[in-house]
């Protein structure tokens, strides 16, 4: 049995790693100084970071179109799969899972969508799994219910250094940035189950590691097998020491790192990063573990 694997631009997955597990990605809309690009597409993470800091205004983003996901799902059908699994951006933070269910609902063949309740490499570790998983012969409803499971442990920490771009784009208010840039507060957010909230501050950026370590630890017990990964909107040397320690204290079976896209990069600002971590039963620990084999 044949399943595709589906995503949207969010998922934050570069090109090659698409290509190497054959995964589709239908990208959402930036619009951008009068210009519309596709996410990942036409506009490039690096260079948009690079420019976001000139920037007067927050850049507005759009889902991709019902006909958008339905062309993805036909190309996926007509080349040959049983049925495809669209996994997507947190219902909560955008309407990119909805326009996926109305595409799969006029799609001539069986689709399943999940919301991840997640986004960037948290999507993309639901899809790396699925990805593994699929190339085992597993049938469309089989993986589907693997992915449901799992999305319910997963979760994403993460750390905006400057909250000028939460303030932008209405995410905080301007009084909330004025008091938190003077007290040098940083906050560590937690995205989980489809839902954002503050979980602690820290004052000065050399404080955020050794939070972000600590909130890991309050959820999953050191030496538990997990899948992790580290989005950045800035330099990924900076975060050595961090990825260094959740290798060290937790059994990692796989790693994702990459650029957040424009999408989220435009909220979070630039040198903000996210710790992201999806714990394996030992059962799936093996199972993942056969399907690197």
């Given at each position: 049995?044949?399943?595709?694997?589906?995503?949207?631009?969010?998922?934050?997955?570069?090109?090659?790693?698409?290509?190497?597990?054959?995964?589709?990605?239908?990208?959402?809309t930036?619009?951008?100084?009068g210009?519309?690009?596709?996410?990942?597409?036409?506009?490039?993470?690096?260079e948009?970071?690079?420019?976001l800091?000139?920037?007067?205004?927050?850049?507005?983003?759009?889902?991709?179109?019902?006909?958008?996901?339905?062309?993805?799902?036909?190309?996926?059908?007509?080349?040959?799969?049983?049925?495809?699994?669209s996994?997507?951006?947190?219902?909560?933070?955008?309407?990119?899972?909805?326009?996926?269910?109305?595409?799969?609902?006029?799609?001539?063949?069986?689709?399943?969508?999940?919301?991840?309740?997640?986004?960037?490499?948290?999507?993309?570790?639901?899809?790396?799994?699925?990805?593994?998983?699929?190339?085992?012969?597993?049938?469309?409803?089989?993986?589907?219910?693997?992915?449901?499971?799992?999305?319910?442990?997963?979760?994403?920490?993460?750390?905006p250094?400057?909250?000028?771009?939460?303030?932008?784009?209405?995410?905080?208010?301007?009084?909330a940035?004025?008091?938190?840039?003077?007290?040098?507060?940083?906050?560590i957010?937690?995205?989980?189950?489809?839902?954002?909230?503050?979980?602690?501050k820290?004052?000065?950026?050399?404080?955020?590691?050794p939070?972000?370590?600590?909130?890991?630890?309050?959820?999953?017990?050191?030496?538990?097998?997990?899948?992790?990964?580290?989005?950045?909107?800035?330099?990924?040397?900076q975060?050595?020491?961090?990825?260094?320690?959740?290798?060290?204290?937790?059994?990692?079976?796989?790693?994702?790192?990459?650029v957040?896209?424009?999408?989220?990069?435009?909220?979070?600002?630039?040198?903000?990063?996210?710790l992201?971590a999806?714990?394996?039963?030992?059962?799936?620990?093996?199972?993942?573990?056969?399907?690197?084999?």
């Amino acid at each position: 049995m044949t399943i595709r694997i589906v995503t949207d631009s969010t998922a934050d997955l570069d090109a090659a790693f698409l290509s190497a597990h054959a995964v589709t990605m239908v990208p959402l809309t930036v619009e951008w100084e009068g210009e519309t690009y596709q996410d990942r597409v036409d506009l490039d993470p690096v260079e948009f970071l690079q420019r976001l800091p000139s920037m007067r205004e927050v850049p507005h983003t759009a889902a991709p179109s019902p006909g958008a996901f339905r062309a993805a799902y036909d190309e996926c059908l007509a080349s040959g799969a049983d049925g495809v699994l669209s996994i997507h951006l947190a219902g909560g933070l955008s309407a990119t899972v909805r326009s996926a269910e109305a595409a799969a609902r006029l799609v001539d063949g069986p689709v399943h969508v999940v919301d991840a309740g997640s986004a960037s490499l948290g999507i993309g570790l639901l899809v790396w799994w699925a990805a593994l998983r699929a190339r085992q012969g597993l049938s469309l409803e089989a993986l589907a219910h693997e992915v449901e499971q799992l999305k319910t442990r997963l979760f994403v920490l993460t750390a905006p250094v400057t909250l000028e771009y939460l303030a932008r784009g209405g995410r905080i208010g301007q009084a909330a940035r004025l008091v938190g840039t003077i007290l040098d507060m940083k906050p560590i957010l937690l995205l989980e189950k489809g839902s954002v909230r503050p979980e602690r501050k820290v004052r000065g950026e050399r404080q955020i590691v050794p939070a972000l370590l600590s909130s890991l630890k309050e959820r999953v017990p050191e030496g538990t097998p997990m899948l992790a990964a580290l989005g950045h909107s800035g330099d990924p040397g900076q975060h050595e020491a961090l990825v260094q320690e959740v290798r060290q204290r937790w059994q990692v079976l796989g790693w994702l790192d990459g650029v957040i896209g424009p999408v989220i990069s435009s909220h979070a600002g630039p040198g903000a990063y996210g710790l992201i971590a999806l714990p394996l039963t030992a059962d799936e620990a093996q199972r993942w573990k056969e399907g690197l084999s």
